[in-house]
């Protein structure tokens, strides 16, 4: 730039503009409409105004609510949209049976540009939810590449809701790409679009009764996936209870190029089942968490499980619990060596720390353990739920030097971080003495952090 030279609007390239305007299109949320920033900024003068206008870009992001306004503006945005590709976003929970006539001529109207489609929608009856899903069952998706779908319901979700609540997929060749699923199943039609699934998310109040095999069936035919999250939302109680010799047969689940797993709150029975019917030899992050105490549920014999691979390429591992006295749950430190076996090479492990006590201790109603699991282990991080310590800071200590000392002893290289808490009730010369002793097995004291926690 020459000296003196002045830039302002005018003189910034059209394109660049454009560009600079496409980052006001935040992701937005159900309180904040996606041109909450671009339509104040695009109104400061004429110019600027014209630019947006012009853009078919910047005017692809199709949302639509229960305000009545909404509808309208959503059509203007279509006009505005040119042959762009959409991203489609509808959140309607009041009066369906009057919207539903005119929500199905605009996606009908748009449907070969649809790039995105996100629906959260209450159905006040089975004939609604017919003529819908027959409806978008018939539309052209050629430019589909993720589906995100919620039923709304007002009432308690149980798994016969679910089951009523089954959605069809594309029939015909699509980019489907991305499918996330809420209170809702899935139809199994004779279509590639499972097949070319690289993140599917599903989230259900029971998955054993989803119905089960049909759950597992999708899986079984989602063999491109990348990316698969389970998570139970709003679940109370399990109809069905397996021992681990009673598991149902599934058909191995085989994902060659899955590198992410999630387990949210689904019940032991189905996260053992999953985990022994998988094969995912690239597989590198998982979640699990376990849920609150669920009716009917059972707390596994862990050890007694098929026997299953290794998942030898995780490198993270995630574990959290929400149960409310998880340091007195059945078999709790089999779940712990169940988890060392599957994921034996982790670098990275968080870990309840109920669930860490008397996993490497010798307690009477149990046989002596006689291992030192993650031999890789550089990171770990105890988790305190609601930051309350159960009344066993000490033995939370306690555990984590035995185990320290273990690795000392089998030559493992010294943990990079570790995360771990006490409360002010704990005798201070204790809790002291023990810390310090951690401290001296760490890389450095620097890599040592202990939180309070509440009693």
């Known amino acids: 730039m020459e000296d003196g030279q002045k830039t302002t609007i005018l003189t910034i390239p059209p394109e660049v503009t454009v560009n600079i305007l496409e980052h006001l299109l935040a992701d937005h949320t159900p309180s904040k409409s996606p041109y909450a920033d671009l339509l104040p900024v695009t109104q400061t003068s004429t110019h600027l105004r014209h630019t947006a206008l012009s853009a078919p870009a910047l005017w692809s992001k199709i949302e639509i609510n229960d305000k009545p306004a909404s509808f309208n503006f959503a059509k203007l945005c279509l006009s505005r949209s040119g042959n762009h590709k959409l991203d489609i976003s509808i959140r309607v929970l009041k009066k369906m049976e009057a919207k539903i006539k005119g929500l199905l001529a605009l996606l009908q109207y748009v449907s070969t540009r649809i790039r995105s489609l996100s629906m959260k929608l209450s159905f006040t009856g089975v004939g609604q939810w017919e003529v819908w899903w027959d409806s978008l069952e018939a539309l052209d998706y050629r430019a589909l590449e993720t589906l995100n779908f919620e039923v709304w319901h007002r009432e308690v979700v149980t798994a016969d809701t679910i089951a009523v609540n089954a959605i069809p997929l594309p029939t015909q060749n699509s980019p489907l790409r991305s499918l996330s699923l809420v209170h809702a199943s899935l139809q199994l039609p004779d279509s590639p679009v499972l097949s070319n699934l690289a993140i599917l998310k599903l989230s259900s109040a029971s998955f054993w009764d989803w119905p089960y095999f049909d759950l597992f069936e999708v899986l079984r035919n989602s063999t491109a996936?990348?990316?698969?999250?389970?998570?139970?939302?709003?679940?109370?109680?399990?109809?069905?209870?397996?021992?681990?010799?009673?598991?149902?047969?599934?058909?191995?689940?085989?994902?060659?190029?899955?590198?992410?797993l999630s387990l949210i709150a689904v019940e032991n029975n189905m996260l053992a089942r999953v985990l022994t019917s998988l094969t995912a030899p690239n597989l590198e992050?998982?979640?699990?968490e376990i849920p609150e105490e669920l009716q009917n549920d059972v707390e596994l014999v862990w050890d007694d499980l098929p026997q299953a691979a290794p998942f030898s390429t995780v490198r993270s591992l995630f574990v959290t619990d929400r149960s409310s006295q998880p340091s007195e749950s059945p078999h709790k430190d089999q779940y712990v060596h169940f988890l060392a076996k599957m994921f034996p090479g982790v670098e990275e492990l968080e870990l309840p720390a109920a669930r860490w006590r008397g996993v490497f201790m010798t307690r009477a109603e149990h046989v002596k353990i006689a291992i030192t699991p993650w031999k890789d282990l550089r990171s770990l991080v105890l988790n305190y739920p609601d930051g309350l310590c159960v009344g066993w800071c000490l033995e939370f200590l306690s555990e984590t030097l035995r185990f320290l000392e273990a690795r000392k002893r089998q030559d493992s290289p010294p943990l990079e971080w570790l995360h771990l808490g006490a409360c002010s009730n704990c005798p201070s010369e204790v809790k002291d003495l023990l810390s310090s002793k951690i401290q001296k097995l760490m890389r450095s004291k620097d890599d040592l952090q202990v939180i309070e926690v509440s009693h």
């Open 225 to 260: 996936l990348e990316e698969l999250e389970l998570r139970g939302v709003g679940l109370k109680e399990c109809r069905r209870s397996y021992s681990a010799s009673q598991l149902p047969a599934v058909p191995r689940l085989e994902h060659p190029n899955l590198r992410r």
């Open 285 to 288: 992050v998982v979640s699990l």
